[in-house]
């Protein structure tokens, strides 16, 4: 790849252009499928030697259009590419990166778990049990902590009882929706 000879074309100096070293060649940073390219347009165009033309664009200016070489020197490159080789080509290392990552003996666990216990009900709800650590048969003893949560609850329902009937609506819809249920107190 050769420089282009920026010097031949007269770029307005107020204008800032997206990339300011367009004239260097360098690894594409991104390519842009043609809606979101297009809506980076801006309005406002100026045209060079009816060849070029200067599009606004929201990251700033960009250069397009065809520009005769010929005029500069004899000497010219054509680079082609084929499109469908090199993504194969990308989407080959995004899996090779993908499948060499070390899982955790956690995450192991996890995946484990998951492919074994999630199923899905005829009403297309998912079953997902919990993942408990393993060496851990019981959940611990939670109970006073949750009862200083309701007992301060009960508290901000006294203060504000537009809460205290969000809250019960939430409650009762999550019991009607069979996300939890009742449980007798022992």
């Known amino acids: 790849m050769q420089k282009f000879p ?15 070293n367009f004239d260097t060649p360098a690894k594409v940073d991104m390519l842009l499928g043609v809606s979101p390219a297009l809506s980076m347009f801006c309005n406002g165009e ?8 200067l599009q606004k664009t929201r990251l700033g200016w960009v250069i397009g259009g065809s520009f005769n070489l010929s005029r500069i ?12 080789f090199d993504l194969e080509r990308f989407w080959t290392l995004e899996e090779t990166q993908e499948n060499q990552r070390h899982w955790s003996d956690e995450e192991l666990f996890c995946e484990a778990h998951f492919k074994k216990l999630v199923r899905r009900k005829e009403e297309r709800r998912f079953v997902v049990a919990l993942p408990f650590k393993e060496g851990c048969d019981k959940p611990g003893n939670s109970r006073p902590i949750a009862m200083r949560g309701i007992m301060s609850l009960k508290t901000k ?25 009742l449980l007798e107190m022992p």
Not at 46 to 53: C, D, G, M
Not at 73 to 84: D, F, H, V, Y
Request: with cysteine; glycine share 0%; charged share 30%.
């Open 46 to 53: 100026i045209i060079i030697n009816n060849e070029l033309i």
């Open 157 to 181: 329902f006294k203060r504000n009882t537009k809460l205290q009937i969000d809250y019960t609506k939430a409650i009762d819809e999550y019991i009607k929706l069979n996300h939890m249920s």
């Open 6 to 20: 920026r010097e031949n074309i007269k770029i307005p100096l107020h204008l800032k252009l997206a990339d300011d």
């Open 73 to 84: 020197n004899k000497r010219s490159k054509c680079m082609t590419t084929n499109i469908e």
